[in-house]
């Protein structure tokens, strides 16, 4: 499995705005495309405005398909020019293994 961490810091005043573009993104990704098994979006216990996405795909081929999704799009529109900083990581799951995956 593909996974993807990524970590955002909003600026101030663009949180909300951000945030509900970032779970409609989770919300379509989950639901619409067959390769991504899960797409968690939580908030730093200390920091409100430090997001994370924590997404896994069947492969990194399903992840370039999530990026030429037109919710992706709306989420990059609504995150141009207000993220203070943003670190991805990539990776690959090993527990579970890939054999305990499911397709919804």
Not at 5 to 30: P, T
Not at 41 to 59: G, K, L, M, R
Not at 77 to 96: F, K, M
């Amino acid at each position: 499995m593909f996974v993807l961490i990524a970590q955002f810091k909003i600026k101030e005043g663009h949180r909300d705005a951000v945030v509900a573009a970032l779970v409609e993104d989770a919300q379509c990704s989950v639901r619409d495309e067959p390769g991504c098994y899960q797409f968690d979006v939580s908030q730093d216990e200390s920091e409100p405005n430090t997001i994370y996405a924590y997404e896994i795909y069947e492969d990194a081929d399903a992840f370039e398909a999530h990026t030429r999704t037109p919710h992706l799009a709306k989420w990059r529109e609504a995150s141009q020019d207000v993220l203070e900083a943003r670190v991805i990581y990539r990776g690959s799951t090993i527990h579970p293994d890939d054999s305990k995956w499911k397709c919804q």
